[in-house]
């Protein structure tokens, strides 16, 4: 299982950028993915999650509304559309998928970990 993430990047306040990340080595359609971020100092978060099938989504309250998870299956890569980007957004980026039990209502990923892609955010 490998995950490569792509797309991080320097941005002022209120600007967008667009991750993406290619996942191998598993058949990717059959599992719900999910993006992760790890602010320095402080303990990885669940940022958003989206079903095998890209009809569900879940985020975190912090960039519901402005951040969208979306995924193309027959690309096996998922994205992260990140607009009105905050400075408290500045994190380095995963992308990741279920763990073994997991569902949408409770997900953990899994113990697998790209090397994630870094979105800065300041004026």
């Known amino acids: 299982v490998q995950f490569e993430e792509s797309g991080g990047g320097s941005v002022q306040p209120g600007g967008s950028l667009r991750l993406s990340c290619l996942a191998t080595?598993?058949?990717?359609?059959?599992?719900?993915m999910s993006w992760h971020r790890q602010a320095p100092g402080k303990e990885r978060e669940t940022v958003a999650v989206?079903?095998?099938?890209?009809?569900?989504?879940n985020y975190a309250d912090s960039v519901k509304g402005r951040f969208t998870i979306s995924r193309d299956n027959a690309k096996n890569t998922v994205y992260l559309q990140m607009n009105s980007l905050k400075p408290e957004d500045t994190a380095r980026y995963y992308c990741?998928?279920?763990?073994?039990?997991?569902?949408?209502?409770?997900?953990?990923?899994?113990?697998?970990w790209g090397k994630g892609t870094l979105v800065t955010v300041a004026s």
């Open positions: 990741n998928k279920e763990s073994l039990g997991s569902s949408m209502e409770w997900y953990d990923p899994s113990d697998f």
């Open positions: 989206i079903s095998s099938g890209g009809g569900t989504t």
């Open positions: 080595g598993f058949v990717f359609g059959n599992y719900i």
